[in-house]
């Protein structure tokens, strides 16, 4: 594909251990290099370490929710690209979270098909 962004660096946040170990398995095997945080503050850390390529963001989440945690991590880099994922959000938190510049948003529960597509939704 033309002007295709590699991504090497993935972050996944999300409180469900089934999520992020699915999610942390499966960009292992596309190659990347996987951090996971099971809360917003604790991403927001890791933000501040490290450069991230893009993110994937769980919105209901305990402490900082999502969208919070998305907002803290453009503070640090206006760049940054993510993903959020829901099982409950409405049409407005939806987007609230497009208008800030979210990339796409994953329905929960999501197989391996939903979850590439919107890995390679973030290469472009
Ligand atoms: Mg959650």
């Known amino acids: 594909m033309e002007?295709?962004?590699?991504?090497?660096?993935?972050?996944?946040?999300?409180?469900?251990p089934i999520i992020w170990l699915f999610l942390?398995?499966?960009?292992?095997?596309e190659g990347c290099d996987v951090v996971t945080a099971e809360t917003g503050e604790e991403a927001v850390e890791y933000f501040k370490k490290r450069v991230f390529d893009v993110a994937f963001?769980?919105?209901r989440l305990t402490g900082m929710n999502g969208l919070e945690?998305?907002?803290?991590?453009?503070?640090?880099?206006?760049k940054t690209?993510?993903?959020m994922m829901t099982?409950?959000?409405?049409?407005?938190i939806i987007d609230e979270a497009v208008k800030l510049g979210v990339v796409g948003c994953l329905r929960k529960p999501?197989?391996?098909?939903?979850a590439l597509q919107s890995f390679n939704k973030l290469k472009k």
């Open 110 to 114: 999501f197989g391996i098909d939903e």
């Open 69 to 78: 945690t998305y907002k803290e991590m453009l503070k640090i880099n206006p």
């Open 87 to 92: 099982a409950y959000a409405t049409d407005e």
């Open 57 to 59: 963001i769980d919105i």
């Open 3 to 16: 002007n295709e962004k590699s991504i090497t660096s993935v972050l996944i946040v999300d409180d469900s």
């Open 81 to 83: 690209k993510a993903i």
């Open 24 to 29: 942390e398995q499966l960009f292992l095997s």
